[in-house]
């Protein structure tokens, strides 16, 4: 167990090894509460994406560019919440029982899916600014394929960066760390890349998806405003009009998500620079993980289709014969 009463003497990771780390106390109801926490979010999130995976993925009607970056966000939060556990091993054991090798590894990949949630995030940017802003040029210059390749493309990039991020600061090099003790399962990162990493995975996609978004509402804005003022006119609204609304409707949505990715990072980056107290750290991460569980409550509240899809899958009606083929956004 890692908890100890306080009548026990000081007790260590590996007691055979002189650099092993103290093992950390905790008292047993607060041990099993964070474990119960992990578990019902982990399992939560795991959930919650697998039905939006299964629904994009299954129903062809779905099959669209902009959902197509939904289902890698929707992949890359999956893995996230099947990491939880891994995490809550992590925090609240205090001690790493796992080696030094596969401590790396594992925040080698929490640093991928990380990146690539956000990466994923510039892409529903870019998608939708095209879409609003020059809807002539969307069905050219956004497909499915130049989506799925821009998906990929940026997974490759973001793993290699991660990768060239964690060996220049040395994690599979085990043989220099004399700053942390045995069993810690974290590493120490040079001040340098601390700042690069702060840069490149951070700022610079926050500041492209905040410029892209601001142009965004004001084109919105400036749209609902036209088609507003036709109706209560009485003229008539065209279906290209109908369709420019649908897609800013789109876009207010997605901007939801990133909206709600922001909050939940911007705290911890904030925190990990500013305050060492590493309580506060650990909190902000598990508000970090939480956002996987949130998008797909976004869809819910306000795509009509992700409610029908899950009653579909659910109820086990996506075994029927072409139930593919269903057309969501009518059908009862």
């Given at each position: 167990?890692?908890?100890?009463?306080?009548?026990?003497?000081?007790?260590?990771?590996?007691?055979?090894?002189?650099?092993?780390?103290v093992?950390?106390?905790?008292?047993?109801?607060?041990?099993?509460?964070?474990?119960?926490?992990?578990?019902?979010?982990?399992?939560?999130?795991?959930f919650?994406?697998?039905?939006?995976?299964?629904?994009?993925s299954?129903?062809?009607?779905?099959?669209?560019?902009?959902?197509?970056?939904?289902?890698?966000?929707?992949?890359?939060?999956?893995?996230?919440?099947?990491?939880?556990?891994?995490?809550?091993?992590?925090?609240?054991?205090?001690?790493?029982?796992?080696?030094?090798?596969?401590?790396?590894?594992?925040?080698?990949?929490?640093?991928?899916?990380?990146?690539?949630?956000?990466?994923?995030?510039?892409?529903?940017?870019?998608?939708?600014?095209?879409?609003?802003?020059?809807?002539?040029?969307?069905?050219?210059?956004?497909?499915?394929?130049?989506?799925?390749?821009?998906?990929?493309?940026?997974?490759?990039?973001?793993?290699?960066?991660?990768?060239?991020?964690?060996?220049?600061?040395?994690?599979?090099?085990?043989?220099?760390?004399?700053?942390?003790?045995?069993?810690?399962?974290?590493?120490?990162?040079?001040?340098?890349?601390?700042?690069?990493n702060?840069?490149?995975?951070?700022?610079?996609?926050?500041?492209?998806?905040?410029?892209?978004?601001?142009?965004?509402?004001?084109?919105?804005?400036?749209?609902?405003?036209v088609?507003?003022s036709?109706?209560?006119?009485?003229?008539?609204?065209?279906?290209?009009?109908l369709?420019?609304?649908?897609?800013?409707?789109?876009?207010?949505?997605?901007?939801?998500?990133?909206?709600?990715?922001?909050?939940?990072?911007?705290?911890?980056?904030?925190?990990?620079?500013?305050?060492?107290?590493?309580?506060t750290?650990?909190?902000?991460?598990?508000?970090?993980?939480?956002?996987?569980?949130?998008?797909?409550?976004?869809?819910?509240?306000?795509?009509?289709?992700?409610?029908?899809?899950?009653?579909?899958?659910?109820?086990?009606?996506?075994?029927?014969?072409?139930?593919?083929?269903?057309?969501?956004?009518?059908?009862?």
């Amino acid at each position: 167990m890692a908890y100890e009463t306080e009548d026990q003497e000081t007790q260590y990771c590996f007691p055979d090894i002189n650099s092993s780390c103290v093992t950390g106390k905790h008292s047993s109801h607060g041990y099993i509460t964070t474990y119960l926490f992990a578990s019902l979010l982990s399992a939560w999130t795991v959930f919650l994406n697998l039905l939006v995976i299964i629904s994009i993925s299954h129903f062809k009607k779905l099959h669209t560019p902009t959902n197509m970056i939904i289902l890698s966000l929707a992949v890359n939060d999956l893995f996230i919440g099947l990491a939880m556990p891994i995490e809550a091993i992590r925090m609240i054991e205090t001690c790493w029982y796992f080696g030094d090798t596969f401590c790396s590894l594992y925040l080698l990949c929490i640093a991928v899916l990380l990146s690539a949630s956000l990466s994923n995030l510039v892409l529903i940017a870019v998608d939708r600014y095209v879409a609003v802003c020059h809807p002539l040029l969307y069905p050219q210059k956004i497909t499915i394929t130049k989506t799925l390749m821009s998906v990929c493309l940026s997974w490759v990039c973001f793993s290699a960066y991660n990768i060239t991020f964690v060996i220049n600061n040395g994690y599979f090099d085990t043989s220099h760390r004399t700053d942390v003790c045995y069993g810690q399962g974290s590493v120490m990162m040079f001040f340098s890349w601390i700042v690069t990493n702060l840069i490149m995975s951070f700022i610079f996609p926050f500041i492209t998806i905040i410029i892209l978004y601001l142009r965004i509402f004001y084109v919105v804005h400036q749209q609902v405003k036209v088609i507003n003022s036709l109706m209560k006119g009485g003229k008539c609204v065209t279906e290209g009009s109908l369709k420019r609304k649908s897609e800013s409707k789109a876009a207010l949505t997605l901007g939801i998500i990133v909206s709600v990715y922001l909050l939940c990072w911007i705290p911890y980056y904030i925190c990990t620079i500013a305050v060492n107290s590493s309580t506060t750290i650990n909190v902000l991460t598990w508000v970090v993980y939480a956002n996987s569980g949130m998008n797909p409550l976004v869809y819910a509240l306000f795509y009509p289709w992700f409610k029908k899809t899950a009653k579909y899958i659910l109820t086990l009606k996506i075994l029927q014969s072409a139930s593919s083929l269903i057309n969501i956004f009518t059908e009862n």
